[in-house]
């Protein structure tokens, strides 16, 4: 009996100590755990992402909910001998993410499946927006056959409350042969700058269209300097004979708000406009 005391004392004893032992090494631990911080790799706090977001300075890289869609690519004859214009038209259907920085590629396909030149260019799109993408007067060396547009590497942008999309109309758009002087034909208009905004450049991309709807004629200018309210003339005008029938002019008026350059510096204000 006294054997038999001794050894739960004993086991006694060694589970005091056994508690006293892990009680330590738990204490060790917690007390040395490191805190959570934005650098611990590892998604914590009120972190929106990995290390970001959230209490974190860094931003998180924003993933478009869905893809740049292209909708259409073709080529047509540029007037020049052994040069062509291409032309693509792309989709954006997210209505709060834009991309300053575009990337995309058109390559063109003989009549063989065989790419005999390619092209490689950085573009913008805004919010929700449809647009063209248009290259003119490249030579080929072989006889092309097929156009394709593909979308590279996009960097997203989430449009804030202040958004607005720049309001550039386009009035009193007019087409005609040239029957005197250099040229043989000519596309006039109107862009008006209804937004509150001086803007340092915008591009005007005009698409002559036939009466089925396909493109025969691409042309473009630019406009530096264009004040709020401003209206403004331009022209562009084809040195050569295009193919095919005239019976519709579209216009393409845009400016990338992603690019502060883009902006008359005394009237760029960020933090109403494009504080993203």
Sequence with gaps: MTMERSQKKRLMIVGVYLAIFLLIIFGIYFWQKPKPSCFDNIKNQNEEGLDCGGICVKKCDLAAQQDIIVLGAGFIDSGV??????????????????????????????????????????????????????????????????????????????????????????????YNE?????????????????????????????????????????????????????????????????PGSVANMETQAEVNIFNSEAFVKKNFKPQQFQQY
């Design 81 to 174: 001998a052994n040069n062509i214009d291409v032309f693509g038209e792309i989709s954006n259907p997210n209505q709060t993410l834009g991309s300053g920085s575009l990337q995309y590629q058109f390559t063109i396909e003989n009549s063989a499946g065989i790419v005999i030149a390619s092209y490689n260019g950085t573009g913008f799109i805004l919010p929700g927006e449809k647009k063209y993408i248009t290259k003119t007067n490249l030579t080929m060396q072989d006889v092309p056959a097929k156009v394709n547009l593909s979308i590279g590497k996009t960097q997203w942008t989430e449009a804030n409350e202040f958004y607005e999309k720049p309001q550039l109309d386009v009035v009193y758009k007019n």
């Design 178 to 242: 040239i029957s005197s002087g250099v040229g043989f034909f000519e596309a006039t208009g109107l862009v008006k700058n209804e937004s509150p905004f001086d803007f340092s450049n915008i591009k005007i991309t005009v698409i002559i269209k036939d009466a089925n709807g396909g493109i025969v004629a691409l042309n473009s200018t630019e406009m530096n300097t264009v004040t709020a309210g401003e209206n403004r003339d331009f022209r562009v005008y084809w040195p050569s004979r295009f």
